[in-house]
């Protein structure tokens, strides 16, 4: 394997060490303890081929084990974040709740939690801003207006 192949599984090993510490100290809580440990195996399997360079195609294998952390939202996101830009690694989360203020719409339910969970924070640690916040106080109250009318 080359150089650059063995830095970039090296890498996706350390994430992997810090997402499996993640599941373990911030389990979700919307998962049972069995869909917890699941996933904690799921990502165990892929450090192990990171490690051995057992992995086809690396990013795809990194997009794959670290999608939940670019779409999920809570503690354990939080937390897992917190440590890949605290160990330096070269991975970065995507900022999707800018593509909902660009959009100017929530789609679904699942935005729709997620703009519920990061709003507050990100408004916070000042990674959105006043008019920002309140565009997405405006996209919630249509997304609920739209969602009650479905009803």
Do not use: C
Not at 13 to 29: N, Q
């Amino acid at each position: 394997m080359s150089k650059k192949y063995d830095i970039e599984a090296k890498n996706l090993a350390k994430a992997l060490d810090i997402a499996i510490d993640a599941f373990t100290k911030y389990p979700p809580k919307y998962f049972d303890e069995y869909h917890t440990h699941q996933i904690i195996n799921i990502l165990s399997e892929y450090k192990d081929k990171a490690k051995n360079n057992h992995l086809k195609n690396l990013k795809r294998s990194i997009e794959e084990a670290l999608s939940f952390f670019q779409e999920g939202s809570g503690d354990f996101v939080d937390y897992f974040w917190g440590k890949i830009y605290e160990n330096n690694l070269p991975y970065l989360r995507e900022n999707k709740l800018l593509k909902i203020l660009k959009r100017k719409k929530i789609r679904d339910d699942m935005e729709y939690d997620f703009v519920i969970d990061t709003m507050v924070p990100y408004y916070q640690n000042k990674t959105i801003n006043d008019e920002e916040f309140s565009l997405l106080n405006t996209l919630i109250n249509k997304f609920q207006k739209k969602r009650s009318e479905n009803f």
